[in-house]
């Protein structure tokens, strides 16, 4: 954490505000969140991970200073809203990356 006392999410080497390394100690951070923004992505591409229609939202999860982008699941794209409250759906493998969090989905 650096001196600000910022939770970065992901974890970042360097503080974006004051520059300086950042130490290795490591935040429990929940897995439910809020979308802070989105976007509806409409085309189809090989390097894409979805089929569109899909969400890709920036998520604040709870306890995180900063928001990180991943795909929304389990609702019609129209629907999203920013401020919607989210969870994290993990991936049945582990790959110690990004990708363990399959995609988000809203809070009932």
Request: net charge negative; charged share 25%.
């Amino acid at each position: 954490m650096p001196e600000c006392g910022l939770v970065y999410c992901p974890p970042r080497e360097y503080c974006d505000i004051h520059l300086t390394k950042l130490d290795e100690n490591w935040v429990e951070l929940a897995s439910e969140g809020e979308i802070t923004n989105f976007t509806v992505v409409n085309y189809n591409d090989k390097h894409l991970p979805r089929k569109a229609p899909f969400v890709l939202a920036l998520i604040k999860v709870d306890g995180a200073d900063t928001p990180f982008g991943h795909i929304v699941e389990g609702i019609d794209p129209a629907l999203v809203q920013i401020g919607m409250r989210v969870k994290a759906v993990f991936a049945e493998k582990t790959t110690n990356t990004i990708r363990d969090i399959d995609h988000f989905e809203p809070l009932t």
